[in-house]
């Protein structure tokens, strides 16, 4: 079986059996990040993978059996991340949540951990409906979509990458559950990123939301997706040693030395631009577009623990003589108190 | 005209207009007391405001210790028009009212049973400075001197605390001496001086302090080791977060890089708050957070995830008055059900019941060592009073030997030695008999020890079980650990040695200080004896029922409508609920011992 830099085969990368649908795109999706994660070599124990509730949710289980997991309630996935990651900042943190979860229930937690610029990949496994109480809509829907039913959704979907977009989000993605070789070096650049990365994935509900007339369903996400540019990631151990011919490709380097490369760029289109990611995202749902790839990246942001400057040592493994004034400084305070 | 007699055992009240400066002198004013060696209790009575409403701060002087709140007002200083009337009303007959007499008093104001002793602080302010927010300052400076005359406080005192209070601003401390003589010199020229009702020096404080109970939770937060704070600003508990952020940023910051060994995080929301609680316990720090009632309504379905899932956290419920949105700037005792059995299911949660800012302190750190023992929430229960006011209260102290007890955490070598005699690990395996678990924490060996978090049923190794039997299995161990924790959470305290009466009464919290004079007052003044008991704890520890079976009649004291307490002993314990007479206070202001005593001989006058 073959082994990673560090020793371990992809099977160590791995979960439980899942007990999804078959056919679901949450599953690939999960591939995706035992792929990407084994690729990359981490060590499986230094991530922790959290979710809400939900299908998506349920996915922490279906990969890395040697992560913790924290299966949190429903949408409160963010704050339980950001205690997680102010009480160890070395860990890897991998958050999983679905369109419900997030657009909906979840909303306030979303948005907050974006301003906070929380170091963790945020993975919304975005499939337009509630598919573990049969297939509602979600806030995720498309206006006029229609459901298996026969319903047409009469509400504005939300689209959280332009919404991140206008939030300050630090690095915001969208691709597809079915295009593996777009999504997992996604992945492993969100996983090199520091601070907070969105990457929104169109995942098919086969049971509930892949009817014709579906916006989410698999034949119309495939027809009318758009790539932004094809993507590599080169990890920081490794030198570029392709060239390419400039001008119609990117390469941006991350805090921690890897490279995202991006080639085939489409006309004029810089990552690193927020505005131009707004506009091209606008245009796109004029067009009718799914848009995918890297839309956009800031690789300097700080994240939380920078901002609040807290200790560059994890807060969990402070003890008490780090954390206690002791009773002399004590009785000083009494003195104030007096 | 009878006058007020008596030394060391009044009330003083100032009324005030919020947002005009009065909170440091009145403070001035109580703490002069204090230094003078006499026991005193302050409350702050405040609107729900910024500036502009009506509010008041009363300072009750006791001889004999006392530190509840006493009915009736012997001096009153008034120095807002705009609650005069109920002001005048409130003073007890052969009072006194101190007040601005710069213009003359509308004859309604008059009452023919007590004292006006005018004092023209806006006359005087205005001969003397020409910037009208010095007028306003020095106006309460004014009224401090003009009581410090009155009363009889050494002026040494009064200046002492003036140059304490300035002590980062010294060029204020002249201007501020001075504007108090001329309140005591205009005292001197006008009336005959001191009053009948004063003071005079003791030395009854020994080593006390005097502080607040939310600094105290703040400080113990910090002396316990907590890590990470989550938090929403919401009254009355937000100077509790502000403390521990004010020591903690001053005592953890590595002076070279300008970090600090703290997080503390301003959630969205309460929700938030829980959540960033519960995954950083999850992740091996301490942490918590301190909410009031409306917090702990949106934090349900965290503590109910926290219960079943096992999770440490330390939450803190500064009680203030409800239901909804209630009197934010009140006291009750009225949040007890809500947070012993929060979130649906059977869930219960460990509550700590603090009296005083000393236990709120020694408390506050005994919480993180139960919440990790147990690894459970617990939630220490005070209320506005106790975490808003400044309480007369014994030194904080910390033993320097104190180790954290992080409860059963298996290291990286604890997990090698379970595979080295062939047996797994179980987040849920009751190893030890007691109903605690082990648990990892992530990122604590690479192949070893992981397992996944959740609200769902699950088995022993935190599988997921639609298996109903074993589901009933971990809801059956849970309350294994509940009966440990009526073992291990502090024990009430008795006032007696060994019974005496066939009569009890039962109170906790703040309502203790009026709960104990109360008992004096029976004794001393219609010769009723009663056994005494103070619940420190949630789960009761066997001693409780042990105390209401020894006795005929238990009076339930408590803050809040429905007899919470009461319900709690009735629903955990085999004791008669007829047994149990409730003595109720819900309007918003600390229970008095007065109120308890009246209810306590009624109901016994009636037997």
């Keep these: 079986m073959p082994k990673n ?128 109480t049969k297939g509602q809509d979600s806030a995720t829907a498309d206006q006029g979509s229609v459901s298996k039913s026969g319903s047409v959704n009469p509400f504005e979907g939300i689209d959280l990458p332009g919404m991140a977009l206008e939030l300050g989000a630090t690095f915001v ?47 119309y996400v495939r027809d009318h997706i758009e790539a932004l540019a094809e993507i590599g990631f080169v990890p920081e151990k490794e030198e570029i ?14 805090h921690d030395g890897s490279v995202v490369h991006l080639q085939k760029l489409a006309d004029g289109w810089d990552p690193r631009d927020r505005q131009a990611a707004m506009r091209r995202l606008q245009a796109a749902k004029t067009e009718g577009e799914i848009l995918t790839g890297l839309l956009y990246i800031d690789p300097n942001s700080k994240d939380l623990h920078e901002v609040i400057k807290s200790d560059s040592r994890p807060l969990n493994s402070l003890k008490e003589e780090d954390l206690c004034p002791g009773s002399a400084i004590l009785d000083l305070i009494n003195e104030d108190f007096r | 005209m009878r006058n007020l007699t008596g030394i060391n055992d009044l009330v003083v009240r100032f009324a005030n207009v919020n947002g005009t400066g009065s909170a440091s002198a009145n403070n001035m004013f109580a703490m002069s007391i204090f230094r003078m060696g006499i026991p005193m209790t302050a409350k702050n009575i405040f609107p729900s405001n910024i500036q502009g409403l009506p509010t008041w701060y009363e300072v009750r002087v006791s001889e004999k210790g006392y530190l509840g709140r006493r009915e009736g007002v012997d001096v009153l200083v008034c120095v807002n028009p705009q609650s005069m009337k109920q002001d005048i009303a409130s003073v007890k007959s052969g009072g006194y009212f101190v007040y601005d007499n710069t213009k003359n008093l509308h004859k309604d104001f008059i009452r023919d049973d007590i004292n006006y002793i005018g004092i023209p602080m806006i006359g005087i302010c205005m001969r003397l400075y020409q910037d009208p927010r010095q007028r306003q300052l020095f106006k309460n400076m004014i009224y401090v001197g003009a009581l410090a005359a009155l009363l009889d406080i050494e002026l040494e005192v009064v200046k002492g605390i003036i140059a304490d209070e300035f002590a980062k601003k010294p060029k204020l401390i002249e201007p501020n001496v001075q504007a108090m003589m001329e309140g005591v010199k205009y005292v001197q020229d006008n009336y005959s001086y001191p009053l009948h009702v004063r003071v005079e020096r003791r030395d009854l404080v020994g080593d006390s302090i005097v502080i607040d109970g939310n600094t105290a939770c703040g400080l113990g937060a910090v002396y316990a080791g907590a890590t990470v704070a989550g938090w929403y600003p919401i009254t009355p508990s937000t100077s509790l977060v502000e403390a521990f952020a004010k020591y903690a940023n001053k005592y953890r910051l590595d002076p070279e890089t300008g970090l600090k060994k703290v997080a503390i995080v301003q959630a969205e929301d309460e929700l938030a708050a829980f959540g960033m609680v519960l995954g ?24 109910g995830l926290a219960y079943f899932a096992e999770i440490p956290a330390v939450l803190v419920d500064v009680q203030r008055g409800g239901p909804s949105t209630g009197m934010p700037t009140r006291t009750q005792q009225s949040d007890l059900l809500l947070a012993a059995y929060a979130s649906h299911g059977d869930t219960k949660h460990v509550l700590l019941l603090p009296s005083t800012p000393t236990e709120c302190f020694n408390l506050m750190a005994d919480a993180f060592d139960l919440a990790e023992r147990l690894q459970t929430p617990v939630i220490v229960m005070t209320d506005l009073d106790l975490g808003m006011n400044d309480h007369l209260t014994a030194p904080l102290k910390w033993d320097d030997s104190r180790r954290y007890d992080r409860g059963k955490v298996y290291t990286a070598q604890d997990l090698d030695d379970l595979t080295a005699v062939g047996k797994q690990f179980g987040r849920y395996l009751d190893v030890d008999g007691d109903g605690i678990p082990y648990r990892t924490i992530p990122a604590t060996h690479p192949t070893k020890g992981s397992f996944f978090t959740r609200g769902t049923s699950h088995d022993e190794y935190a599988r997921y079980t639609e298996d109903g039997v074993k589901n009933a299995e971990v809801l059956n161990r849970l309350l294994k650990k509940w009966d440990t924790a009526k073992e291990i959470t502090p024990k009430p305290e008795f006032y007696q040695t060994e019974n005496k009466s066939n009569v009890g009464v039962i109170f906790f919290g703040t309502t203790t200080y009026a709960a104990l004079e109360a008992m004096d007052l029976l004794r001393e003044e219609e010769g009723i004896t009663l056994d005494a008991m103070r619940a420190t704890a949630f789960p009761f520890h066997s001693s409780v029922e042990e105390f209401i ?31 149990l007479i409730k003595i109720l206070n819900y309007d918003g202001m600390p229970i008095t011992a007065e109120a308890i005593r009246r209810q306590i001989a009624g109901v016994l006058a009636t037997v």
């Design chain 2, 549 to 579: 079976a020894a006795h005929d009649q238990v009076f339930v004291i408590e803050q809040n409508r429905d007899a919470q307490f009461r319900t709690l002993l009735i629903n955990e314990l085999e004791v008669n609920p007829k047994k």
């Design chain 1, 173 to 219: 993605a969208r691709s597809f559950s079915g295009d593996k070789t777009q999504l997992v070096p996604l992945i492993k650049a969100a996983l090199s990123h520091k601070g907070f990365a969105l990457i929104d994935v169109m995942s098919p509900c086969v049971t509930f939301n892949n009817n014709a007339g579906s916006t989410k369903s698999y034949d």
């Design chain 2, 280 to 303: 950083a316990s999850w992740n091996g720090a301490r942490a918590f957070t301190a909410t009031s009632g409306p917090g702990v309504s949106l934090m349900n379905e965290f503590l």
């Design chain 1, 5 to 132: 830099t560090i020793g371990y085969a992809k099977a160590d990368y791995e979960g439980v059996i899942s007990t999804l649908c078959a056919g679901c795109g949450h599953d690939s999706i999960s591939g995706a990040i035992v792929q990407a994660c084994y690729e990359m070599a981490i060590e499986p124990h230094r991530v922790a993978k959290l979710s809400g509730i939900g299908c998506s949710s349920k996915t922490p289980n279906y990969f890395l059996n040697n992560s913790h997991g924290f299966n949190s309630v429903h949408g409160r996935m963010p704050s339980v991340a950001t205690g997680a990651n102010m009480a160890n900042r070395d860990l890897i943190y991998l958050g999983v949540s679905g369109d419900g979860d997030t657009a909906s229930i979840g909303m306030g937690q979303f948005v907050h951990a974006i301003r906070r610029n929380l170091n963790m990949l945020y993975i919304v496994m975005n499939n337009g409906c509630y598919g573990l």
């Design chain 1, 241 to 254: 040693t392709v060239s390419y011919e400039t001008g119609t490709t990117v390469d941006v380097e991350l």
